[in-house]
Nanobody
């Protein structure tokens, strides 16, 4: 059974930090690209970050560069992390972890939701001003 389970969300004051985790199981996710997306009420799902299977390649959404860091641990079951610093109220959203089984393309990394094959249920992040 394929499972992506996010954790680490919560309520944070502006300027604070949170670290999200995504535990993947049920397949060999160590060969999959992994990504984070977020969705705020009334808005479309937004790309946050993606990481290649090896962890050597990373890409971020425009407003995340310098504040968010994606990483992964393929040691046993794959776990993907999203370190979020300098959080702002506009970062408030449900954050989703996703897995893409297609090979990573440096020229065209996966930044769109339809490119991902598996999704978690999401974890709520709320940032107060």
């Amino acid at each position: 059974q394929v499972q992506l389970v996010e954790s680490g969300g919560g309520l944070m004051q502006a300027g604070g930090s949170l670290r999200l985790s995504c535990a993947a199981s049920g397949r060999t996710f160590s060969s999959y690209a992994m990504g984070w997306f977020r969705q705020a009420p009334g808005k479309e799902r937004e790309f946050v970050a993606a990481i290649s299977w090896s962890g050597r390649n990373k890409v971020y959404g425009d407003s995340m560069w310098g504040r968010f860091t994606i990483s992964r641990d393929n040691a046993e079951n794959t776990t993907v992390y999203l370190q979020m610093n300098s959080l702002q109220p506009e970062d408030t959203a449900i954050y989703y972890c996703a897995a893409d089984r297609s090979p990573w393309s440096p020229a065209r990394p996966p930044t769109l939701p339809p490119e991902y094959d598996y999704w978690g249920q999401g974890t709520q992040v709320t940032v107060s001003s």
